[in-house]
């Protein structure tokens, strides 16, 4: 069965510093990989998707992410974290070809000024 | 922008009644779902259609919990009756696609409190 697993219950990072919120996942073949984004009583938003291609996805507000598939990793980054980046970030995969998205159990992200 | 609709946004019940939750999808998608997130949790699927088929209905419980989408285009999740453990966030989500490389777009939620 697929896993995606986040090691990090929060992060914490100084706002102007670089910030990385960890994923790894585990599937039987080759996955689409998510990152959403989750502000306090509010559903998910989007923020990028690896699908094939280069292992490096840029989306949404400056973020990007790496897919690294010897180590089974989709870490999420930014160069310049923002006060207001703080929030709930969730890492999801998808089998190709199955519908069912297997959401991680979030990090927080917790940027100070 | 297109939104995914739902309501209510908050819903305080007492065990053993019934409730309701409503969800609109962005136009013109055919695949909605229905998540549950447990506080401190990711969502979890509980079930999916595809225009107004259920595709996944399998982490569903089906002695309380019901789900119908009977023209293809917006959908009511039903648990008869609310028990303290479905105090969660109850999330709706569309995509234009079956294909598994679509993105979901959520809605804002309704979140559920049984007393």
């Known amino acids: 069965a697929q896993s995606v697993a986040q090691p990090e219950d929060q992060v914490n990072v100084a706002e102007g510093n670089p910030l990385t919120v960890k994923c790894t996942y585990s599937?039987?073949?080759?996955?689409?990989l998510f990152w959403y984004v989750q502000y306090p009583n509010r559903g998910l938003q989007f923020l990028l998707k690896?699908?094939?291609?280069?292992?490096l996805v840029k989306g949404s507000y400056g973020f990007e992410a790496e897919f690294n598939k010897s180590q089974t990793s989709f870490h999420l980054k930014k160069p310049s974290a923002l006060v207001s980046d703080s929030a709930l970030y969730f890492c999801?995969?998808?089998?190709?070809?199955?519908?069912?998205?297997?959401f991680g159990t979030g990090t927080r992200l917790l940027v100070s000024p | 922008e297109a939104e995914v609709a739902q309501s209510p946004r908050y819903k305080i019940t007492e065990k053993s009644q019934a409730v309701a939750f409503w969800c609109d999808p962005i136009s013109g998608h055919a695949t909605l779902y229905w998540y549950r997130q447990i506080l401190g949790q990711g969502p979890e699927l509980l079930v999916q259609f595809q225009d107004e088929s259920v595709v996944d209905d399998s982490q569903l419980p089906k002695d309380r919990f019901s789900a119908e989408r009977l023209k293809g285009v917006d959908s009511t999740l039903k648990i008869q009756p609310a028990e303290l453990g479905d105090s969660a966030m109850y999330l709706c989500a569309s995509s234009s696609g079956g294909d598994s490389y679509n993105e979901q777009f959520f809605g804002p939620g309704t979140r559920l409190t049984v007393l």
């Open positions: 599937v039987s073949g080759n996955p689409y």
């Open positions: 999801a995969s998808r089998e190709i070809g199955f519908q069912k998205l297997v």
């Open positions: 690896y699908i094939t291609g280069d292992n």
